[in-house]
């Protein structure tokens, strides 16, 4: 990645992405282990989706998922209808070309998406939309708000420390030298696939069901991802216990339990509505906290984000 590529690197999610590897996580709870209590609350909800099994048989190979499932986000953060039409629009030519790749390719419904792309892909799209209808749809809010709070601290990363900074704590199968992005898998090898960016960009994108996985898209080159973990994650679906006596004792009790909630990225109005106090009271408290770098806040947009600094972290546990 020369000068012309960097300068082409953006942050983007995408909410089909997070739709197909919810599924997986669904499909795979033992791999996305930190998706269980999630897992558990919505295992049965998939009974009535159409055409779940040739969903099932597209993703049934751990190491591999189709491309045309999996489109980069063309903006930052593209509607789901929007990302669905595009996978409809897929050529035919490509469809075949990725299922011939597939273990399963020989069974009855891949069979049929590659003897007939054009409806294949239709049913592809009605059982996506339902699935994120069931899975995604219902905690979007909360998977946003840790998306968003990523973003906003990688682009920080990389406004203060540049390239070196941003990809330093990506992830641990990431890195950084020489002008050289590497990921270098845990998971049995396949041969190394050299790749030049020859002027296109790279799109970063945090995903919440991804975990805990990279990612890389390299087909077609012009579209090149890195798919990562987002920060947070692991308090995702684990609502906050209670406040520990010492803490309370040492901070104040709403401060102590903003500290507490703040495990995973929230809205002043969000921590107002939890903790039953005004919002005027929420900043003041939040205020203090961030004078003694407990708690980092960040503007998205018209979106203010506050979430637990690593000095936060380490007071709070």
Known sequence: MGGAEMARVRFAFSPVYETVMALDALLRPGVHAVHLPWVEQVRWVLQDVPHLRLLADLLHDDMVKPS???????????????????????PSSRVRAEIAGLHRARLGPLRQLAADPRT???????????????????????????????ITHRAGLLASGGVERLFADLHDEVHWSDGELSVHHRRPPHAPEPLTLRGHGLVLCPSVFCWPRVAVGTRPVADGTLRYPARGVAALWHEPGPVP???????????????????????TGDLAAR???????????????????????????????????????????
């Not at 045309?68 to 897929?90: N, W």
């Not at 900043?283 to 600094?309: F, I, K, M, P, Y």
Request: proline share 6%.
């Open 120 to 150: 294949g892909l239709r049913a592809v799209v009605e059982a996506l939309r339902a699935c994120h209808t069931e899975l995604v749809a219902p905690y979007w809010t909360r998977v946003r708000r840790v998306l968003e709070a990523d």
């Open 275 to 317: 903790l039953d106090v005004t919002p005027a009271a929420v900043s003041q408290h939040l205020n203090v906290l961030r004078a003694a770098r407990l708690v980092s806040t960040q503007r998205d947009g018209r979106v203010v984000l506050h979430l637990r600094t690593a000095r936060g972290d380490a007071l709070a546990s």
């Open 68 to 90: 045309f499932l999996l489109p980069p986000p063309d903006s930052r953060l593209p509607e789901l209808e929007h990302e669905l039409r595009r996978i409809a629009s897929t």
């Open 245 to 267: 006596d010492a803490l309370a004792d040492l901070l104040g009790r709403t401060r102590a339990a903003l500290l507490v909630t703040l495990a995973q990225p929230a809205t």
